[in-house]
């Protein structure tokens, strides 16, 4: 149980962040401008 | 300590690649980040340093002058290397490097496809756009990889897939400067050929992360 709970929190975190740092920075390309 | 270097490695090589990645639509380098990679370069330097002078302390012990300790444990790799032993923190560990390869390889397959024409539709500097995606994926992949490599060294190093696993590995790595930074695919509009050279190395990287995965995969077995 133990493992299987680290493993989504793992898993949420892993995929999560990634998304989210590929969203802000094309986030901060758009809002600067070329 | 070398294992601090590499991490300081990766996190400078990562934060230098983010800056030129940006400069790609901003078309300048902000002072932000300029200082981030600097700061970080200027830590990995200091790291570096420590770890060289260790190394010297390995290769000389008559010069040294204190005893050495005698418990291990009082070290981090001994810690670390019971850890990942341990099944609760290596299972974990090790479905992030397998989300981590899923992020490499789907990247990689996006980019790929377009450059080898099979996406045609899509103007290159739309795949640009999700070239970090598979850069934090290696990042990743470096971090747990490694730790992984400590926690049963011996075995891995000489197993037979190992080798050519980390021959391919650069290569497929190194090639997302050159799809971030060619001039002439990033001008690559909707329904453009790629450049003959860039669908050459759209295939080396293909093919170098497949053979990566493989000897990934065949590392316990081979």
Redesign the interface.
Known sequence: MQLLLLVIAVAVVVLGGSFAGMYFLNRSIDQTGR | MALLTLFGLAFTGGAAW?VL??YR???RFTNRSLYLVLAFAIVTFGIMAETGHRGGQINHPEIRTEAAPTDSSVYLSPKIESLINN??WF???Q??HF??YS?VFGTVLVVVLRVLGVWKSVPFSAVH??L??GV??VM?NIFTGMLMLMADTYRYVNETSFTPKMILLPIGAIAVIYFSLSEPLWNTKAGEDAPMTAKWVAALVLLSWIGVIMGGRLLPYV
Do not use: C
Request: hydrophobic share 60%.
């Open positions: 983010m990645w940006r639509y901003i078309g099944v609760i299972v974990p560990w479905t992030i989300f981590g992020l756009r999700i970090p995606l934090f994926g990743m």
